[in-house]
Antibody
Framework: QVQLQESGPGLVKPSQTLSLTCSVS??????????WTWIRQPPGKGLEWLGR???????NYNPSLNGRITISLDTSKSQFSLILTSVTAADTAIYYC???????????WGQGALVTVSS | SYDLTQPPSVSVSPGQTATVTCSGE??????TSWYQQRPGQSPVLVIY???KRPSGIPERFSGSVSGNTATLTISGTQSLDEADYYC?????????FGGGTRLTVL
């Protein structure tokens, strides 16, 4: 059973950089056909896909983030990370990491980490 | 950008059938997935590839697609099915979610 756990600061100042890490256990992060994904949910609102990194290391991102996002994989630590730059209050959300199995979807999720952008 | 439209809310009586719709252009030519999110919890995949159920998801959950509309059907709805439901599809390599439907079991 794959388990994911988000970690990182719960409070980030406007214009600064949001950084989160997702630790993966119970499975190999480098096995093929897996995409490691970040999804967020502003309080009381719906889900927004942020982007994903393939097990081989290539990534793709939601165009609406206008290049502010980087997702990277660290197979030696069985972790993947999210960096979001120039944050504003609109980036306040619960951030979920999840595993996507190709053609199936996100079958395992972390519990979510609330990040608030405020001075 | 690609949009998926869901009704904000659906109500159903216990034991009855609930239907949640999701509309989007050319949806029949894409795979639709459905996620259930109970209050305070992470989403759970309940339907993938339009109509397939992951292991552990009760048979009362089913999915279908016709034209530009995907439908999630919950037969014999139970109180524990009360949750938000999100449809999801892919557009040019990017994932898109519907706005979500709050299912209330009255």
């Amino acid at each position: 059973q794959v388990q994911l756990q988000e970690s990182g600061p719960g409070l980030v100042k406007p214009s600064q950089t949001l950084s989160l890490t997702c630790s993966v256990s119970g499975g190999s992060i480098s096995r093929g056909s897996q995409y490691w994904t970040w999804i967020r949910q502003p309080p009381g609102k719906g889900l927004e896909w942020l982007g994903r990194v393939y097990s081989a290391g290539t990534a793709n991102y939601n165009p609406s983030l206008n290049g502010r996002i980087t997702i990277s994989l660290d197979t030696s630590k069985s972790q993947f990370s999210l960096i979001l730059t120039s944050v504003t209050a609109a980036d306040t959300a619960i951030y979920y990491c999840a595993r996507e199995l190709a053609t199936i979807g996100w079958d395992f999720w972390g519990q979510g980490a609330l990040v608030t952008v405020s001075s | 950008s690609y949009d998926l439209t869901q009704p904000p809310s659906v109500s159903v009586s216990p034991g009855q059938t609930a239907t949640v719709t999701c509309s989007g252009e050319t949806l029949a030519s894409r795979y639709t997935s459905w996620y259930q999110q109970r209050p305070g919890q992470s989403p759970v995949l309940v339907i993938y590839q339009d109509s397939k159920r992951p292991s552990g998801i009760p048979e009362r959950f089913s999915g279908s697609v016709s034209g530009n509309t995907a439908t999630l059907t919950i037969s014999g709805t139970q109180s524990l099915d009360e949750a938000d439901y999100y449809c999801q599809a892919w557009d040019s390599g990017d994932a898109v979610f519907g706005g979500g439907t709050r299912l209330t079991v009255l």
